[in-house]
């Protein structure tokens, strides 16, 4: 059980960068791989990037691979997403989610648990 809550949308223009937080409560945060999935007005939840437990590996889309960085610290039970290059297609609800299992997983059923969401817009 670990309850996920997400911080640090906000509204940017294209090409700026941001970075997401999301803060997890509960036992044993370092048992959980983690992901962030984002998804826009009448879109499916798409995959955006995943960290395994320790942190050593790390998973992207290719809408973002090269532009955005996962990373956590297990001492702060916190995981980041950096966002930098931000385009308009960019703009979603962003969401933090936790896999009790290995990690690097790309679709959204395979995660336990979910934060509330925290909107990014990008404007053109």
């Known amino acids: 059980q670990v309850q996920l809550v997400e911080s640090g949308g906000g509204l940017v223009q294209a090409g700026d960068s941001l970075r997401l937080s999301c803060a997890a409560s509960?036992?044993?945060?370092?048992?959980?791989?983690m992901a962030w999935f984002r998804q826009a007005p009448g879109k499916e939840r798409d995959f955006v990037a995943a960290i395994t437990r320790t942190g050593g590996t790390t998973s992207y889309g290719d809408s973002v691979k090269g532009r955005f960085t996962i990373s956590r610290d297990n001492a702060k039970n916190t995981v980041y997403l950096q966002m930098n290059s931000l385009k308009p297609e960019d703009a979603a609800v962003y969401y933090c989610?936790?896999?009790?299992?290995?990690?690097?997983?790309?679709?959204?059923?395979?995660?336990?648990?979910w934060g509330q969401g925290t909107q990014v817009t990008v404007s053109s």
């Open positions: 509960g036992r044993t945060f370092s048992n959980y791989a």
């Open positions: 989610a936790a896999d009790r299992g290995y990690g690097l997983r790309r679709s959204q059923y395979d995660y336990d648990y």
